[in-house]
């Protein structure tokens, strides 16, 4: 709340990606009918804004903080502090992100609902206990991915391609400019079974599969969670112990 | 006029050297880049399979959108990626060793820093307008018009680069502001082209002018539109004119922070 600038950029991102693109599509749709790939122009239009509301809680840019920590030495001073490093960085990226993410998905959701309406996927029981599980596993899942990448800092001179490859898979199969619903066959596969497609699944939960297909995507989501935090545990410890303190 | 431009490669030249000096560093910020912006290709050519032929466009014509929206950003990133730099250089109050600089301000901030993953933009522009020349089999007249509209689009860039970043002398969190502002601009200039109909082509090509980056200059060689090159050129100028006009305005607004430093 301190800094009303990032709400600013986050509603000009929100109104740059996501507006101008759900203006495209519904260009697009009103060309083929209404109806692509058996999807409607509603379910599309959810989908998407899902993708980049959930954008604006910039947890991806953990990474970054990690990688600045270490580049800069400052790690060093926060491994000394007597809480946990990943969880101080963790819950730091959270509360910078919470606000502007309340705000954009409150107002972006009124405006879409007056707008382009609301599915009736989206008013079916399920839906708001399921949305809400899936974005609980999404923001764990995500935080844990880029917070590899991260730590990957600790042994690569320049983490930055390494992020930008991980962001656009996630871009690509999380479903933001193009929608899950438009996958081919073997891309949707890859959306569900990677880590990066499921770090999104949020975008899947308007769709009508989604009342059969909940269960799973969870399932995927939690699988990946556990392997991904192993992993970044493993990382971790590594890393501290290369760490070498020089004073000065 | 010629002393400045000296001036300008000159920077340019200390500061690839300098980004050369980290060698892994800097090809790893090439090839990643490179590797980075295949992603927009794979999108929109699933979309052209997806929906069909919208606006003219096929898959090809994505490729030369992405060719010359990656060659401009990279040649006015890697050239004069300092004005991107404006908002920290005016929070910092950086800005002050400029001012004192007896060089031109503006190509004096522009060239004060260098982006090695623009380059990485550069070789992917490059490789895809190569791309798209063989899909598109270009002719000599289609290849003349290619080089005349890079260097249009790259003057787009610049203009829009100055405008929007000439902002960080208005607000106080400019970072943040200019950040959103810049993403307004960009972001629709990697979008699929022919989607941009009626009204969305009249904004976005005048008011905000992301299609001048790509879109237009893809229809202008694959229609081989001499209307087009037109548009593009006389609004090239219009907007240069105009975003030298505002970073000249906008400059007007500084205050020293009184740091006890003139920058790095």
């Known amino acids: ?87 101080y960085r963790i819950w730091w990226q959270i509360g910078s992100g919470l606000y502007p993410f309340v705000v954009a998905t409150v107002l972006g959701s009124i405006a879409l609902a007056l707008i382009v309406g609301i599915p009736h996927t989206m008013t079916v029981g399920i839906f708001l206990p399921t949305v809400f599980l899936v974005f609980i596993g999404a923001s764990i899942l995500s935080l844990i991915l880029y917070s590899i990448v991260g730590l990957l800092a600790f042994w690569i001179e320049e983490v930055n391609p390494v992020f930008w490859m991980v962001d656009k898979a996630v871009m690509i199969l999380g479903g933001s400019y193009l929608p899950v619903a438009l996958f081919p066959p073997f891309m949707y596969k890859l959306a569900l079974y990677s880590p990066f497609g499921a770090s999104q699944f949020v975008t899947h939960t308007v769709y009508e599969q989604w009342h059969s297909e909940w269960y799973l995507l969870i399932g995927i989501q939690i699988f990946w969670i556990l392997v991904l935090l192993i992993t970044t545990l493993i990382m971790f410890k590594r890393a501290k112990e290369k760490v070498s303190v020089n004073a000065g | 006029m010629f002393k400045e431009l000296r001036f300008a490669l000159y920077a340019t030249k200390k500061n690839i050297q300098s980004s050369a000096e980290l060698r892994t560093s800097f090809l790893m910020n090439v090839v990643g880049m490179a590797i980075n912006n295949t992603a927009f290709i794979i999108l929109w050519v699933f979309f052209v399979q997806s929906v069909g032929i919208i606006g003219g466009w096929h898959a090809a014509d994505i490729v030369g959108l992405q060719g010359f929206a990656a060659l401009s950003y990279g040649i006015v990133f890697s050239l004069a990626t300092g004005i991107r730099k404006l908002p920290d250089y005016v929070a910092s109050s950086a800005f002050d060793r400029f001012m004192l600089s007896p060089k031109n301000l503006l190509l004096r901030v522009a060239t004060s820093s260098f982006s090695a993953s623009a380059v990485g933009d550069m070789v992917f522009g490059i490789i895809c307008l190569t791309v798209y020349g063989f899909l598109i089999h270009v002719g000599l007249y289609q290849i003349l018009l290619i080089l005349v509209l890079l260097v249009l689009a790259t003057v787009v860039f610049l203009a829009m680069m100055i405008a929007i970043f000439s902002a960080s002398f208005y607000f106080i969190d400019s970072n943040a502001v200019t950040n959103g502002l810049f993403e307004l601009f960009l972001t629709p200039s990697l979008f699929h082209g022919g989607a941009f109909q009626g009204a969305m082509r009249f904004i976005f090509t005048f008011l905000i002018p992301s299609l001048l980056i790509g879109a237009l200059p893809v229809e202008s060689v694959r229609d081989i539109s001499i209307v087009k090159l037109g548009l593009v050129a006389v609004l090239a100028i219009i907007w240069l004119f105009l975003s030298v006009k505002i970073f000249n305005r906008a400059i007007r607004k500084y205050e020293s922070s009184n740091f006890m430093t003139f920058g790095n």
Do not use: H
């Open chain 1, 1 to 87: 709340m301190q800094y009303p600038g990032r709400l600013i950029a986050d509603t000009f991102a929100l109104v740059a990606r996501c507006g101008v693109l759900l203006i495209l599509y519904w260009y697009v749709f009103k060309l083929n009918g209404g109806i692509v790939n058996g999807t409607p122009y509603i379910i599309v239009a959810w989908s998407m804004f899902f993708y980049f509301a959930f954008s604006t809680l910039r947890l991806r840019d953990i990474s970054k903080s990690i990688m600045q920590d270490v580049q800069s030495g400052n790690v060093e001073v926060l491994f000394n502090k007597p809480v946990s490093y990943l969880g």
